[in-house]
T-cell receptor, first 116, second 111 residues
């Protein structure tokens, strides 16, 4: 299993500013994933962060808006840049690990972002 | 393309009644399938998962799901719903990479 700590748990930010979200895992993992969950919606994958290489972004997400760092095998950050109210969402960090039989996805508690 | 469809956006069930939440997937290889539950203001909790073997899998809180390859389905069931089961339920598919989530089904429980 994997335990993920995500900070901050919530924040209220002014439009035009940036927020960096931290994700710490209690074990070394190759891939870390960042998701966005807009109000009342499902989870959408933003990007996959591999240590030692640039993150891979999904369609609709760009590095200038969501820069990601992955300095080591247990840590990653996601920055939400030049925020607008449309960025108000829950942002979740996730990793894959072994849970019981086979692979399981583990999630942080999320960062609830409100942009005003 | 890989995708997950949850046809029912919102379901209301009487307390004590049975429940079935539908999930259909499109995946090029043998998928790993998951059901997660999210209570209001809470994080995601894994209910159950399927990788291989017995197509009927048991999960926590009395939930079970059945994998039907011929129908590309992985429906979630519970024989008797409790008021505390009211939540958002997500079906997800993956195979060693990031999961792909369905849009979710909101379950309401009436007394």
């Amino acid at each position: 299993s994997a335990v993920i700590s995500q900070k901050p748990s919530r924040d209220i930010c002014q439009r035009g500013t940036s927020l960096t979200i931290q994700c710490q895992v209690d074990s070394q993992v190759t891939m870390m994933f960042w998701y966005r969950q807009q109000p009342g919606q499902s989870l959408t994958l933003i990007a996959t962060a591999n240590q030692g290489s640039e993150a891979t972004y999904e369609s609709g997400f760009v590095i200038d808006k969501f820069p990601i760092s992955r300095p080591n095998l247990t840590f990653s950050t996601l920055t939400v840049s030049n925020m607008s109210p449309e960025d108000s969402s829950i942002y979740l960090c996730s990793v894959l690990g072994t849970g019981g039989a086979g692979i399981e996805a583990f999630f942080g508690q999320g960062t609830r972002l409100t942009v005003v | 393309a890989q995708s997950v469809t949850q046809p029912d956006i919102h379901i209301t069930v009487s307390e004590g009644a049975s429940l079935e939440l539908r999930c259909n997937y499109s995946y090029g290889a043998t998928p790993y399938l998951f059901w997660y539950v999210q209570s209001p203001g809470q994080g995601l909790q894994l209910l159950l998962k399927y990788f291989s073997g017995d197509t009927l899998v048991q999960g926590i809180k009395g939930f079970e799901a059945e994998f039907k390859r011929s129908q590309s389905s992985f429906n979630l069931r519970k024989p008797s719903v409790h008021w505390s089961d009211a939540a958002e339920y997500f079906c997800a598919v993956g195979a060693g990479t990031a999961l792909i989530f369905g849009k979710g089904t909101t379950l309401s429980v009436s007394s």
